[in-house]
DNA sequence: GCGCTTACTGAAAGCGCATTCAGAATGACT
DNA sequence: AGTCATTCTGAATGCGCTTTCAGTAAGCGC
């Protein structure tokens, strides 16, 4: 690096002609100054160009306004989707907002869980499960204790089994389970389920509050019916191809994500197979685009902005008490045209 | 806030019984630490999970690694796609990125600006066009200069008129144009084009480069035939239903965006039109949700990820110069079914 | 004009770290 | 053993800012 000569607080104090410390009030409002000073603050810095240094401010005790968000990858439509919400409040706060991608792997995290812990930043929030390994979630919580017992916050969406931290968790079971209500009620008695990994609680709790409820109704899930795969487009595709490699043996698959039955969708298009004349699909999440598939996605649809709005909110209120706060959402059943009721 | 009681180097170098120099040096490697005492420092830090304070390693000379990126939106694909890229290579280097979303309001780009000034980020990345009134314009120079002159690195994609600033630059003009060449070897003749605010170049360009491929086949855009709205979904969407309204006389519909061309198909089905079979329709950047559309969209192609990655790459590189570097990266016309041969 | 309160102002003390500089310890040679 | 180069180490300084703390000047009543 270059010399990076910035203009410092020193530099206006001298072309204004007084103290550091009456050019800091008068800049940031702190304490009374006199009109006339202040005036000449006011003007220094504007003709410096002055901006503060950020570091030298937090390290002085100046709150740092700065948070946190971990997720997998922002370029999937439902970390986006939060991530809008996250960052509409954080900007209205005057929060700036460091976003870091994991892409999934869990050393990532840990390590974005670190800078941020450096950066100090005055919240961390986590979007959207876990990982597998138990281990990493011990080296997770490791990380964050002493960032909480800093004064730090963390809240995290959509993410179950994590310590005693602020939590927006969408009702993934009842939407589940209300979704399989919708589509027995439309006559539906063979399904498929394209999941991904169970290790995770959003897909245990929303394939749990499916299959409980096909249960309830007397209806089995046989293994074959189900499948798993990486919660990505591709990962329904490659899913929904399996099964039909197989044969195909339900009036109707349910995916666990929206992304995933995106997928599944143009697995079935490819293969011939008419949505939803031949098979219904139906899926998770209500991300902005399904709505303009064809046929549009019958799905649960999520508040996703909201999601992030609340998280960054229970992050940026005061938590006396240092009590576990949940926020539960609720998920709503649309049913759009990728589903039907079955033909006798 | 409260104690916010962090473990220091301090404290570390006590516990380790060593100065705080040497302590520092062996954590950082800066500099030859005896084994035994490198250990001991070792394990104090890891004993008392201690976390070095950015802020003071920033003030204290270390240089930064924070990465600052400015976009309209995130939760548009076409960011989501970029950031994306960037935050990849980000990743791979270590780099913290703070990302901030404008929401197309000009004061919110001028105070990301000043924000990530006053956190002395190693750079500054402004994704997407500028804004339309030139005041702006040169408020954000006045604001980018002094970073500039402060040794920061600038780096903008897609934004043309920024001031001798590193760029990536996909070739609009000649991607709208390689389209309508492609649309009138279909056989098309009456076109209409959705678009944005003409004032920002990325649309002045993509459609300036489609009329005038059109004129030099003799094929003449009306007015009428134009229609401007805004850069989302829901903007294509009511600009297709006014075109629709007043009687679409035309085989074919270029879309500015694929975001601007998904509204379009909405619309376009609502109204009861067949696409391709009653009209042709095109888009542009080929975010990867239109290969799922039905039909799958025609657009132009752009390398969404590596804009954000070269984009990052310029602006970690060394540029001892200071030359004004600028990479073009060309888009692609991909034929999918949403346009046809024109039935005679 | 004196004492007292109130309103500002400035000098100075850190915040936590990297780094310089001087000094201590070690080793290699004569 | 004595000299000199080499390798480590620690005390001290400063990064730019906020914030005490100790004033100084102004305002007021008498």
Same mark, same amino acid.
Request: proline share 5%.
């Given at each position: 690096?270059?010399?990076?000569?910035?203009?410092?607080?020193?530099?206006?104090?001298?072309?204004?002609?007084?103290?550091?410390?009456?050019?800091?009030?008068?800049? !940031?409002?702190?304490?009374?100054?006199?009109?006339?000073?202040?005036?000449?603050?006011?003007?220094?810095?504007?003709?410096?160009?002055?901006?503060? !240094?950020?570091?030298?401010?937090?390290?002085?005790?100046?709150?740092?306004?700065?948070?946190?968000?971990?997720?997998? #990858?922002?370029?999937?439509?439902?970390?986006?989707?939060?991530?809008?919400?996250?960052?509409?409040?954080?900007?209205? !706060?005057?929060?700036?907002?460091?976003?870091?991608?994991?892409?999934?792997?869990?050393?990532?995290?840990?390590?974005?869980?670190?800078?941020?812990?450096?950066?100090?930043?005055?919240?961390?929030?986590?979007?959207?499960?876990?990982?597998?390994?138990?281990?990493?979630?011990?080296?997770?919580?490791?990380?964050?204790?002493?960032? *909480?017992?800093?004064?730090?916050?963390?809240?995290?969406?959509?993410?179950?089994?994590?310590?005693?931290?602020?939590?927006?968790?969408?009702?993934?079971?009842?939407?589940?389970?209300?979704?399989?209500?919708?589509? *027995?009620?439309?006559?539906?008695?063979?399904?498929?389920?394209?999941?991904?990994?169970?290790?995770?609680?959003?897909?245990?709790?929303?394939?749990?509050?499916?299959?409980?409820?096909?249960?309830?109704?007397?209806?089995?899930?046989?293994?074959?019916?189900?499948?798993?795969?990486?919660?990505?487009?591709?990962?329904?595709?490659?899913?929904?191809?399996?099964?039909?490699?197989?044969?195909?043996?339900?009036?109707?698959?349910?995916?666990?994500?929206?992304?995933?039955?995106?997928?599944?969708?143009?697995?079935?298009?490819?293969?011939?197979?008419?949505?939803?004349?031949?098979?219904?699909?139906?899926?998770?999440? #209500?991300?902005?685009?399904?709505?303009?598939?064809?046929?549009?996605?019958?799905?649960?649809?999520?508040?996703?902005?909201?999601?992030?709005?609340?998280?960054?909110?229970?992050? *940026?209120?005061? !938590?006396?008490?240092?009590?576990?706060?949940?926020?539960?959402?609720?998920?709503?059943?649309?049913?759009?045209?990728?589903?039907?009721?079955?033909?006798?």
């Amino acid at each position: 690096m270059q010399a990076r000569t910035h203009v410092t607080l020193e530099d206006v104090a001298r072309a204004a002609e007084v103290s550091l410390a009456t050019a800091s009030r008068a800049l !940031n409002g702190t304490a009374p100054v006199r009109q006339h000073l202040r005036e000449r603050v006011l003007r220094a810095a504007e003709e410096l160009a002055y901006t503060p !240094n950020a570091h030298a401010r937090a390290l002085a005790g100046a709150t740092h306004r700065t948070v946190g968000v971990i997720c997998h #990858d922002v370029s999937d439509p439902y970390f986006a989707a939060v991530a809008g919400g996250i960052m509409r409040v954080a900007g209205d !706060n005057g929060m700036l907002v460091m976003l870091a991608s994991t892409f999934r792997e869990p050393e990532r995290e840990i390590a974005y869980v670190s800078m941020l812990r450096a950066e100090r930043a005055a919240a961390i929030l986590l979007i959207g499960s876990g990982f597998e390994d138990p281990d990493w979630e011990r080296a997770l919580d490791a990380e964050l204790d002493p960032y *909480l017992a800093g004064g730090g916050r963390v809240a995290v969406v959509s993410r179950h089994r994590s310590l005693k931290v602020d939590s927006v968790l969408p009702e993934n079971r009842a939407g589940a389970a209300a979704m399989a209500r919708s589509l *027995l009620d439309l006559g539906h008695r063979r399904f498929a389920v394209l999941t991904g990994s169970q290790a995770l609680t959003t897909v245990s709790d929303r394939f749990g509050g499916f299959r409980d409820e096909l249960k309830k109704a007397g209806v089995r899930l046989r293994p074959a019916d189900v499948v798993e795969a990486p919660f990505t487009r591709d990962g329904g595709y490659a899913a929904m191809s399996e099964l039909l490699a197989r044969g195909l043996d339900a009036t109707c698959v349910f995916a666990v994500t929206d992304v995933m039955a995106i997928g599944a969708l143009s697995a079935l298009r490819e293969h011939g197979l008419s949505v939803p004349d031949d098979v219904s699909v139906a899926g998770f999440d #209500d991300i902005p685009i399904v709505r303009d598939l064809t046929p549009p996605l019958t799905t649960v649809a999520l508040p996703l902005p909201q999601l992030g709005e609340r998280a960054m909110e229970l992050a *940026l209120t005061e !938590n006396p008490g240092r009590r576990r706060r949940i926020h539960r959402m609720a998920g709503e059943v649309v049913i759009r045209s990728s589903t039907r009721k079955v033909s006798p």
